[in-house]
């Protein structure tokens, strides 16, 4: 689990855009999927936050796992409960962690929904994987350019350099729209 952020501006709750996020859509795990889906779809939100009567996180449901655990093998959605299709014990952050922490553990581990709770463990938000590239989009395009400035400037040899860089910058340009178009 990350530790609270210790730099200025790195927690989760200091992004400008944590105070304005829409409130996430939160069923009780006793709702039916075909319930919960209606609402994700009026909402067109990703997921639903799984709560108990205290509103702490106890699980959570993705589209994805409304595809593969339900639409694939067939299932009923109205007599399907949360229960049996949410994935427990989700990962949780808190609002003070850092940033560029769970941007990297989203990355290794594979998930794309990441329920933010406060200190006693309701449910505040949900960040997603392109939540994280809208939040760092910007210091990347700044520390291309320094590079890009730097390699230029320096000398005529590296014009190779320039090239095989600015191809990696192309590269990941076109790899953060495809992914945020898969979101």
């Known amino acids: 689990m990350p530790s609270p952020a210790d730099r200025p501006g790195s927690r989760l709750m200091d992004r400008p855009e944590y105070q304005s ?13 075909f319930d919960a889906v209606t609402q994700i779809a009026a909402k067109n939100y990703g997921s639903v936050i799984v709560v108990d009567g205290d509103q702490k996180v106890i699980g959570v449901v993705t589209e994805r796992d409304v595809m593969n655990k339900l639409v694939a093998k067939k299932k009923d959605a109205q007599k399907m409960l949360l229960s049996d299709l ?12 850092d940033m560029i922490d769970w941007l990297r553990i989203m990355s290794n581990e594979r998930f794309r929904c990441l329920p ?3 200190d006693e463990g309701r449910i505040k938000a949900v960040f997603t ?3 994280f590239v809208s939040y ?13 400035t730097a390699t230029v400037t320096v000398t005529k ?5 320039f090239l095989i860089g600015g191809g990696i910058a192309l590269y990941s340009l076109v790899m953060v729209v495809v992914m945020s178009t898969l979101n």
């Open 136 to 148: 760092t989009w910007p210091n990347l395009i700044y520390q291309m350019r320094s590079i890009a």
């Open 21 to 33: 996020k829409q409130r996430p859509l939160t069923c009780s795990p006793e709702t039916s999927v």
């Open 86 to 97: 949410m994935t427990g014990n989700p990962r949780l952050a808190r609002e003070t962690d």
């Open 116 to 118: 933010v709770v406060d």
């Open 129 to 131: 994987q392109g939540d």
């Open 157 to 161: 040899k590296n014009w190779l350099f």
